[in-house]
């Protein structure tokens, strides 16, 4: 792994309706590190993530991305029009030419080739996060973006999840930026935590961010085994290639 930067973001501040959703954030995404981004709701963690791949554009400040940057991206909630057929194999191949060899050896990473030939609209919620989270690896990105890529998946599968990411970040040396709710799984994980309620609250390594004053007044001292637990208000939803709809 290397210490290539790929993202510099500087005062990056986003309003709706005359409020600030985001205000003066700046932050550092470099290659082979995963970030957790952390926060309570309505703490703009989702339009955050949403700027750093380009869906949205910064009201103020700047954002760099290297060049020829390439972005995998897993929003929180997909939308699938019920009555429209569509495959596995066919929506790993959506807005993006990629040989069905290639689709294999992804969902195979995700362990869900068996379901290369189902409708994606008879997939279990878990089932459906490795197979999204699969097609965020088409094209070797340099950049992988999860919005809580472990919603409505059970503890189970939530660490098994956690487990792919970082062999992910390991295989294809990329970095990882995701919005989690459960700091405590993935903390052998993640190498930079960004503690986000409108400002940047605090950010380094979790052991540091778990102890930050800010972080305590959030979540309330709580103890390690329950760090970062909060319910996510998300009121939005993506369609299969990224495109918000509300």
């Known amino acids: 792994m290397n210490s290539e930067l ?56 700047s954002i760099e991305r290297a060049d020829n940057l390439r972005i995998g991206y897993l929003p929180q909630k997909v939308y699938v029009n019920p009555l429209m057929p569509l495959t596995v194999i066919r929506l790993m191949q959506l807005t993006q030419a990629v040989s069905e060899s290639e689709v294999d050896q992804a969902l195979s990473q995700t362990e869900v080739l068996h379901l290369r030939r189902r409708q994606v609209q008879s997939l279990s919620e878990g089932e459906l996060k490795r197979v999204l989270l699969a097609r965020t690896t088409l094209g070797k990105p340099d950049l992988i973006v999860l919005d809580e890529p472990t919603a409505g ?74 760090l970062a637990v909060y319910t996510h208000h998300h009121d939005h939803v993506h369609d299969v290639t990224g495109h918000q709809h509300d």
Do not use: W
């Open 6 to 61: 790929l993202i510099k973001a500087r005062d990056i501040s986003f309003r709706s309706k005359k409020r600030y959703i985001l205000d003066s954030v700046s932050f550092e995404l470099y290659r082979g590190q995963i970030t957790t981004i952390i926060g309570p709701n309505g703490a703009g963690k989702s339009t955050l993530t949403s700027i750093v791949n380009g869906l949205l554009q910064a009201h103020n400040g």
């Open 153 to 226: 998946v059970d503890i189970t599968g939530e660490v098994k999840m956690y487990e792919l990411i970082g062999e992910f970040r390991n295989r294809l040396n990329c970095a990882v930026l995701l919005v989690s709710h459960n700091l405590h799984l993935v903390m052998s994980k993640t190498d930079q935590v960004l503690c986000l309620n409108q400002h940047l609250c605090c950010s380094g390594l979790p052991e540091s961010v778990s102890q930050h004053p800010e972080y305590l007044a959030l979540f309330g001292g709580q103890t390690a085994p329950s």
